[in-house]
C-alpha cells in the first residue's frame, strides 16, 4: 500500500473515531441529561465537518504546491521525482510538503467544542454513578476517552510523510511525550470514578482535578504549532515559544498532576498511580529542555525576515536571505497561493 493511501486510512480512522468516542460520550449525557443531550450531539458534527475542511484545505494546498514546484516537461518531471536527494525531507528547500501546518485547527477545533465540555459535564454530574452500571459503565467511558491519544497519534502521523530522518525522530520524540501526557489525565480523571461513601473529595479539589485535566487536553495544540514550523531545515520557533511551551507542560500538567497525587496519598490514603514517576521525570526533561533554551546554543534570530535558527544553521540562512534572488515563474505563483 502506498504512503498516500496509508495517510487516507489514517485520515478516515480519525473520523471514525470521533463519531465512536462521540457516540459513547453522547450516550451517557443522553441517559443522564436527556434534553441537553441533542446539543452535544450537534457539536459532534460540527467537528467532524471542520476536520474534513481541514483535511481538503491542506490537501489542496500541498497538491497546488507540488504542482506549481514539478517541471511541466513529462519527462524531466520523472526525472526530478526519482533523483536521488538523500533525506528529502531535511533538505532546506522542502518540495514534498505535508499537511501538518493546519493540523493544530482540527485538533483545537476537537477539544473546545466537543470533548472538553462533555467531560466537564460527565465528571461534574454522575461520573462516580457509573459504577454500578453493567453495561456501558466506568469501564467503558475508560475506554472511549482512550481514543483522544489514539486520534493524536493518528492525525500527526496522517498529515505528514516523513521518512527516516531527523524530523521523523523529532516528530515521535513529540508525540510520543504528549501522548503520554494525554494518557495522564485520563488517568487522573478515575480519581472522579470513587463513590463519596469511598473518598469524600471536596467539591475545590474536585474542580481542580477536572480544570487541569482538560487544560492538558489543549496542550496538544502547541506542539502542533510547533511542528508546523519545524521542518529541520534550520527554522524554529522562537525562545519564547520553546520556553512557553516547556512551562506550559510543567506547571499545567506535571507539577500540579504530582501535587495533587501526593495529597490524596496523603490525606485519603489511596493508591497512589504509576504516573507520579512520570510527573517527576517529564518535569526533569522539559526543565532541561528550558535550560537549554537559554545557553548559548539558543537558537538565533534573523533580523532580516525576523525568524528564527538554529544556531549551527544560522550563518547560512544569513547568507541566503542577504542573497538578492529572483524567483522563477512558479516561485513567484506559489507565493502568491
Known sequence: MSCCNLEMVGKVCCIVLILLQGAVLDYYLAVKHASKSLGFIATDIVVVIVWI??????????????????????????????????????????????????????????TAITLVPEIVVIFKNFADELEDVKILGQNVLKVALCITPMLFLLLVNSHHNT???????????????????????????????????????????????????????????????ELSVNKFDGQVRSVSFQILYSLSYIGLVNVPFWIIRVYIWWVFSQDVSV????????????????????????????????NSFLKSCFEDHINQCKKPESLTGNDQELQQV
Open 163 to 225: 521518512k527516516q530522518s531527523a524530523r521523523k525522530w523529532y516528530i515521535d520524540k513529540l508525540t510520543g511525550g504528549v501522548t503520554l501526557d494525554l494518557m495522564d489525565s485520563i488517568d487522573i480523571l478515575e480519581i472522579l470514578f470513587l463513590k463519596d461513601a469511598i473518598v469524600d473529595l471536596p467539591v475545590a479539589l474536585e474542580n481542580i482535578i477536572i480544570a487541569f485535566a482538560c487544560i492538558n487536553f489543549f496542550l496538544p495544540t502547541l506542539a502542533l504549532l
Open 275 to 306: 504516573f507520579i514517576a512520570k510527573n517527576i521525570i517529564m518535569t526533569v526533561i522539559y526543565s532541561m529542555d528550558i535550560y537549554e533554551s537559554l545557553t548559548s546554543e539558543r537558537p538565533r534570530k534573523c533580523e532580516i525576515c525576523g
Open 53 to 110: 475542511a481541514v483535511v481538503f484545505v491542506a490537501k489542496r494546498r500541498c497538491h497546488i504546491h507540488m504542482k506549481l514546484r514539478l517541471p511541466r516537461c513529462p519527462r524531466l518531471r520523472m526525472r526530478w521525482k526519482g533523483r536521488d536527494r538523500g533525506d528529502r525531507i531535511d533538505a532546506p528547500d522542502d518540495e514534498y510538503p505535508d499537511e501538518l501546518p493546519y493540523a493544530f485547527i482540527a485538533w483545537f477545533a476537537y
